[in-house]
């Protein structure tokens, strides 16, 4: 229920920023021009130990490029700022209380390049590709605990990753930035990150 309220509080903002989209004018290229950008991250981890979620959240940097009007490539730096505990077994320990784990992010780096279409002045939807280097992390309140987990969380720290998004503009070379995809997939452990955020960045 965490994870779709948060979800939910993020539509009034996105229904809220493309009200300010208004009606398409000239479109103004944004070739060689150069952004900055820090972002709010909310990270959904799925299929941990089998079926179980988890949700952290992130503060991300982002440094990017225009190539063309119509391609662009970033790089980022994250770094968790919250972890989630969730239940790592069904069994109960001697006071009948469920065996559970902290689960989060330490940080993690990506480089994304893609495709961008400037619908208006004032409205830009993207799609971006790349690879994700992440570090989690697992924390057992009790020392004697199984270890379910590997203590980064993931076997494996690299993974490609991809970005769904719209920038619109709310102040000169000011935009807002709404992203939804995939952070980070392990092929061992199956353990999915996903990840939604919310941001501003500066065009010059």
């Known amino acids: 229920m965490k994870t779709l309220s948060a979800n939910l509080a993020l539509w009034p903002l996105l229904a809220g920023m493309l009200t300010l989209s208004t009606q398409a004018g000239a479109e103004v290229s944004k070739e060689d021009l150069t952004y900055i950008g820090v972002n709010w991250t909310q990270l959904e981890f799925e299929r941990i130990l089998g079926h179980r979620k988890g949700t952290a959240y992130a503060g991300t940097l982002v440094l990017g490029t225009y190539i063309t009007d119509y391609v662009k490539t970033e790089f980022r730096a994250g770094l968790g700022v919250s972890d989630d505990e969730i239940n790592s077994s ?85 935009w807002g930035t709404l992203e939804y995809g995939r952070l980070h997939r392990d092929s061992i452990t199956d353990i999915r990150t996903n990840q939604m955020s919310a941001g501003i960045k500066y065009e010059f």
């Open 90 to 174: 069904t069994r109960t320990d001697a006071f009948g209380q469920q065996e559970y784990i902290s689960i989060g992010v330490e940080d993690y780096y990506s480089w994304y390049m893609g495709a961008q279409y400037p619908a208006t002045d004032y409205m830009t939807v993207f799609a971006q590709f790349g690879f994700t280097h992440m570090i989690g992390k697992v924390e057992y309140p009790d020392p004697d605990q199984p270890r379910r987990l590997p203590d980064d969380l993931t076997d494996s720290s690299f993974s490609m990753s991809y970005i769904l998004g719209a920038d619109i503009r709310i102040y000169g070379d000011f």
